[in-house]
């Protein structure tokens, strides 16, 4: 059986063939790669949504350098803590990208002797096809963190790495005593990157740590360097941020223009644990 349920009517599905059917014969085709398209066509916004085709293929160039692997790590230790000896957990990445922090999470818990069940989906069709061609061991699916589709107290545990927060949809797919680990930016994540785009680059904002329905129980600071001097990549690292939208050309330009490129990095790991009723 599948870990998300019928975007329709929110019952379970069964693998049918190249398919996953509900009891009430809603269908929806296993792709080629393996993942699940689950947004009904009347949720669709724009007609490509998400990440495009190369913006997609710029995080993987990024990620797979392995840049961001000290937030990974620190992602998969974090993770460990909150399980506390579950040896079955199931777990979910919501707004999982190309996948990068998923699957190297689930490997990670088979390497520590624990046997996860995991899912991650995301809004960008192209992001999860490149997940699930590359991550056998995760159910994949196209799919919104507005409107999850998967059934009430699934999860173990979920992860947000910097994708859209719904904490209603979060405490209701995951389990009462379940964990949550959402990553933000730190205050001077990128700067170094900032002040070329930016005549006057600004720090990123402290996020508010309190949601319904959870409990924060700390927040786990990760910090590092980036240093390349490779443009591709310089330029692939753009791609990824909210300041690709936003740069003026000027900023643009200069980047450019860049050859090397050294920057402090960072993430805050925030971790919560569901409450154990559905009171709030
Ligand atoms: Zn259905």
Not at 65 to 92: C, K, R, T, W
Not at 159 to 170: D, G, K, L, Q, S
Not at 231 to 236: H, L, S, T, V
Request: charged fraction near 20%; charge should be neutral; hydrophobic fraction near 40%.
């Amino acid at each position: 059986m599948s870990l998300f349920c019928c975007p329709i009517c929110h019952a379970p599905l069964q693998t049918d063939g190249n398919t996953l059917r509900c009891p009430a014969r809603h269908c929806f085709d296993i792709a080629a790669e393996g993942y699940c398209h689950l947004v009904p066509s009347s949720k669709m916004h724009a007609k490509i949504p998400g990440d495009s085709r190369d913006m997609v293929a710029a995080r993987r160039r990024f990620l797979s350098a392995g840049f961001y692997e000290i937030f990974s790590d620190a992602i998969n230790i974090s993770a460990m803590q909150i399980l506390n000896n579950n040896s079955h957990p199931v777990i979910l990445d919501a707004g999982c990208g190309e996948g990068y922090y998923t699957a190297r999470l689930g490997s990670f818990l088979r390497s520590k002797g624990l046997s996860p069940k995991a899912a991650g989906f995301d809004i960008s069709k192209f992001a999860v096809k490149a997940a699930a061609k590359q991550d056998k061991q995760t159910e994949y699916a196209v799919a919104s963190s507005f409107d999850i589709p998967a059934a009430d107290h699934t999860f173990d545990f979920m992860m947000n790495v910097f994708a859209p927060i719904v904490p209603a949809e979060f405490a209701r797919v995951l389990r009462p005593g379940g964990g949550l680990l959402i990553a933000v930016p730190s205050p001077r994540h990128l700067f170094g990157l900032k002040k070329v785009l930016y005549d006057t680059p600004y720090e990123n904002e402290t996020i508010d740590t309190a949601y319904d329905g959870f409990t924060f129980l700390e927040r786990i600071p990760v910090r590092g360097e980036l240093f390349t001097e490779d443009p591709q990549q310089i330029q692939a690292l753009f791609m990824m941020t909210p300041y690709y939208w936003k740069t003026p050309v000027s900023g643009c330009e200069r980047l450019k223009q860049c050859t090397a490129l050294s920057t402090e990095i960072g993430f805050d790991l925030l971790i919560y644990r569901r409450t154990a009723d559905d009171s709030f």
